[in-house]
């Protein structure tokens, strides 16, 4: 969330920033709501000012055995216009705040302009794209053959979009799990494991709500959310505290399953594991000081790079324009794995600063060196979504004979298990 402060001293800069994001928002008319806001309640304050003093006289006036009915018909008058404007003071602060929770974060000057994905620069690629002596094949069909991946079954226990991992398609998600929490946790990540349902206090403080309400799934009867990302729970792990500047920054990696309906994406990707509506992914999640947060970000970039290098896997990372960067972030890096079966580049990983915008909306400070209490800035990244690892070592390591090799990093995870082959 945006301070409103911020709004009506810099609504050009601010309005400018919304049209780059192709953001529709009336700073006008928040602006006139916060304006009203502020004159009612400036009159209510000034109602219960006259309403303190008429009744200290009608007090006054009983002690010394006089008259104080006419007084008193003027206090429940005021009483009753005060509550009369508390109850619209309250309706405007329903709007304003409804209104300011769909605005999105402010773009980081460093952002590239541009409309949309289109428009995203490579930022740096490493690696070249994996050559074949064999047309490679995409992992679907990869999976199918060695009876790893059982889209039929997933289909029939739920519905699109739910895949049955099977023998060692199974080991091999879970090998990834284990490799990539214990490559971040060496590397400074405290290691968490959170809920995977979530109230919407939490869902509205990492951005979620109100703006992605269709892509939640909802459980009605608890007023329940099943969890998109660990982002969310991590990040409000420390929703209405205070840390210390010496705690910062904080740093945890988490693994979940993540569910989303995909409600824009019909028609998309509807083969294979690309866009599920329940994927594994393990986050990374910083906490920071606005002075140290870029850097953090450059830091937790590398850190998520690290998995696909240690995999040696190939891969560029984009920066995300303005067009096309996320609600609540100031800046994204993506990086996009290459897929020799699809003859493409994929989107494996968001690496995103949100700065101050998530710890406003939960209220998540710190006391800065004068012991005065600030907004951390978030951080959050893929580090990396399981799912499509998974798709990247079956379509770069496939062999002729429809074999798959294990990366020499994960075979100790397999058990030894150094080839999948068909049955």
Same mark, same amino acid.
């Given at each position: $969330? %945006?301070? @409103?402060?911020?709004? #009506?001293? !810099?609504?050009?800069?601010?309005?400018?920033?919304? =049209?780059?994001?192709?953001?529709?928002?009336?700073?006008?008319?928040?602006?006139?709501?916060?304006?009203?806001?502020?004159?009612?309640?400036?009159?209510?304050?000034?109602?219960?000012?006259?309403?303190?003093?008429?009744?200290?006289?009608?007090?006054?006036?009983?002690?010394?055995?006089?008259?104080?009915?006419?007084?008193?018909?003027?206090?429940?008058?005021?009483?009753?216009?005060?509550?009369?404007?508390?109850?619209?003071?309250?309706?405007?602060?329903?709007?304003?705040?409804?209104? $300011? %929770?769909? @605005?999105?974060?402010? #773009?980081? !000057?460093?952002?590239?302009?541009?409309?949309?994905? =289109?428009?995203?620069?490579?930022?740096?690629?490493?690696?070249?794209?994996?050559?074949?002596?064999?047309?490679?094949?995409?992992?679907?069909?990869?999976?199918?053959?060695?009876?790893?991946?059982?889209?039929?079954?997933?289909?029939?226990?739920?519905?699109?979009?739910?895949?049955?991992?099977?023998?060692?398609?199974?080991?091999?998600?879970?090998?990834?799990?284990?490799?990539?929490?214990?490559?971040?946790?060496?590397?400074?990540?405290?290691?968490?494991?959170?809920?995977?349902?979530?109230?919407?206090?939490?869902?509205?403080?990492?951005?979620?709500?109100?703006?992605?309400?269709?892509?939640?799934?909802?459980?009605?009867?608890?007023?329940?959310?099943?969890?998109?990302?660990?982002?969310?729970?991590?990040?409000?792990?420390?929703?209405?505290?205070?840390?210390?500047?010496?705690?910062?920054?904080?740093?945890?990696?988490?693994?979940?399953?993540?569910?989303?309906?995909?409600?824009?994406?019909?028609?998309?990707?509807?083969?294979?594991?690309?866009?599920?509506?329940?994927?594994?992914?393990?986050?990374?999640?910083?906490?920071?000081?606005?002075?140290?947060?870029?850097?953090?970000?450059?830091?937790?970039?590398?850190?998520?790079?690290?998995?696909?290098?240690?995999?040696?896997?190939?891969?560029?990372?984009?920066?995300?324009?303005?067009?096309?960067?996320?609600?609540?972030?100031?800046?994204?890096?993506?990086?996009?794995?290459?897929?020799?079966?699809?003859?493409?580049?994929?989107?494996?990983?968001?690496?995103?600063?949100?700065?101050?915008?998530?710890?406003?909306?939960?209220?998540?400070?710190?006391?800065?060196?004068?012991?005065?209490?600030?907004?951390?800035?978030t951080l959050n990244g893929s580090g990396l979504a399981v799912g499509r690892t998974l798709v990247a070592v079956l379509e770069?390591?496939?062999?002729?004979?429809?074999?798959?090799?294990?990366?020499?990093?994960?075979?100790?995870?397999?058990?030894?298990?150094?080839?999948?082959?068909?049955?």
């Amino acid at each position: $969330m %945006l301070d @409103i402060k911020t709004i #009506i001293s !810099d609504r050009d800069t601010v309005q400018r920033k919304c =049209n780059e994001r192709g953001a529709d928002i009336d700073l006008d008319a928040i602006i006139s709501l916060d304006t009203e806001r502020k004159s009612v309640l400036q009159e209510v304050e000034e109602l219960r000012r006259k309403r303190n003093e008429l009744s200290k006289k009608v007090g006054e006036l009983k002690r010394n055995g006089e008259d104080a009915q006419s007084l008193m018909n003027e206090v429940n008058s005021l009483a009753a216009r005060t509550d009369e404007l508390t109850q619209r003071q309250n309706d405007i602060e329903t709007k304003l705040q409804s209104a $300011m %929770l769909v @605005i999105p974060n402010l #773009i980081d !000057d460093s952002v590239p302009s541009g409309k949309d994905e =289109n428009d995203n620069p490579v930022y740096r690629t490493v690696g070249e794209p994996t050559q074949f002596s064999f047309k490679p094949k995409a992992h679907w069909d990869i999976g199918t053959e060695l009876g790893i991946l059982d889209f039929e079954r997933g289909t029939k226990v739920v519905k699109a979009r739910f895949t049955m991992l099977v023998g060692l398609g199974a080991r091999l998600e879970r090998a990834l799990i284990n490799f990539m929490m214990d490559l971040h946790a060496s590397r400074g990540y405290k290691e968490t494991m959170p809920p995977q349902m979530l109230n919407p206090a939490a869902m509205t403080g990492t951005g979620q709500l109100p703006k992605f309400q269709e892509e939640a799934f909802w459980c009605e009867r608890d007023d329940l959310y099943l969890s998109p990302t660990a982002e969310v729970p991590v990040t409000n792990m420390y929703a209405g505290e205070i840390l210390p500047e010496s705690a910062l920054p904080i740093k945890y990696t988490a693994y979940s399953a993540c569910f989303r309906r995909e409600a824009g994406s019909y028609g998309k990707d509807v083969r294979g594991l690309i866009r599920q509506h329940q994927f594994n992914k393990v986050e990374l999640v910083k906490f920071a000081t606005p002075e140290t947060s870029m850097d953090e970000l450059e830091d937790m970039l590398l850190e998520a790079e690290e998995v696909l290098k240690r995999l040696k896997i190939p891969y560029r990372v984009i920066t995300l324009c303005s067009g096309d960067i996320g609600f609540s972030a100031t800046k994204t890096y993506d990086i996009e794995v290459w897929l020799p079966g699809q003859n493409a580049y994929r989107e494996i990983s968001s690496c995103s600063n949100c700065k101050d915008f998530q710890a406003r909306r939960a209220n998540i400070r710190y006391k800065d060196k004068n012991g005065k209490p600030a907004f951390v800035h978030t951080l959050n990244g893929s580090g990396l979504a399981v799912g499509r690892t998974l798709v990247a070592v079956l379509e770069n390591y496939q062999q002729e004979d429809g074999s798959v090799l294990i990366p020499d990093i994960l075979v100790p995870y397999m058990g030894g298990v150094a080839k999948i082959t068909v049955l």
